[in-house]
């Protein structure tokens, strides 16, 4: 159980373009979904939340206008990165939260398997 | 501000020996303590939690120590095997779920 699907896999884009992550909760209802965002040998760094039916919560330093994140149902959330430039190569991982059973009370997060973008 | 970070960045390790990975914390306030591992092109995998108002866990070859005195937190790993190569996070549960995750230590196993 608990199970956490990210599509693509990875993707390669031009300079420019945007591109949408896909975060999907395949066993389990997510009311909260989570972006993270990790460089080479770097720690995950977290760049919002995402609650269903509501707006994004951004962390500090992380431009809403450029990662645009939508949470239409309790197991989707997806993450557009809108004019990708070199610097936004990444991975990408999302994680989601339950919304019952042992993970309400321990704030156990459920990770994807990550996208890995790079913009040419 | 407060954040989750390690005291070693790099562990090698002997296969059959036990593995220790520490973290340090700074924020008192924290009451959940995660440790996650990840592995090459991959997302973190759960491997064990803790509670505050725990001072140690034991899961499957695997143990979690937690010292709020000094905000310590440790991960053992007994009879470490080749597939436990992976790098290693422990992640701080702060507010509203956030979780914040330390720097992580490269554990490698030598056969």
């Known amino acids: 159980g608990a199970v956490v699907s990210q599509h693509p896999s990875w993707v390669i884009c031009k300079s420019g373009t945007s591109v949408k992550i896909e975060c999907r909760s395949l066993?389990?209802?997510?009311?909260?979904m989570f972006w993270y965002r990790q460089f080479p040998k770097q720690s995950l760094m977290l760049m919002a939340t995402?609650?269903?039916?509501?707006?994004?919560?951004?962390e500090q330093g992380v431009e809403k206008d450029k990662f645009l994140i939508n949470h239409a149902s309790l197991t989707l959330s997806t993450l557009t990165v809108t004019s990708a430039h070199p610097e936004d190569s990444s991975f990408y991982i999302c994680s989601a939260r339950g919304t019952s059973g042992r993970a309400v009370g321990y704030n156990e997060q459920f990770f994807g398997p990550g996208t890995r973008l790079t913009v040419l | 501000g407060e954040s989750v970070g390690l005291h070693l960045p790099t562990l090698s390790v002997q296969e059959g020996d036990n593995s220790i990975i520490n973290c340090a914390y700074s924020?008192?306030?924290?009451?959940?303590f995660i440790w996650y591992k990840q592995e090459s092109g991959k997302g973190p995998q759960f491997i064990i939690d803790i509670r505050s108002n725990m001072d140690k866990r034991q899961g499957q070859r695997v143990t979690v120590l937690l010292n709020k005195t000094v905000k310590h937190l440790s991960l053992q790993i007994a009879a470490t095997q080749p597939g436990d190569s992976a790098v290693y996070f422990c992640?701080?549960?702060?507010?509203?779920?956030?979780?914040?995750f330390g720097a992580g230590t490269t554990v490698t196993v030598r056969a």
């Open positions: 992640a701080e549960n702060t507010n509203d779920y956030k979780l914040s």
């Open positions: 924020n008192s306030a924290s009451d959940y």
């Open positions: 066993d389990f209802q997510a009311t909260t």
């Open positions: 995402s609650n269903e039916g509501s707006k994004a919560t951004y």
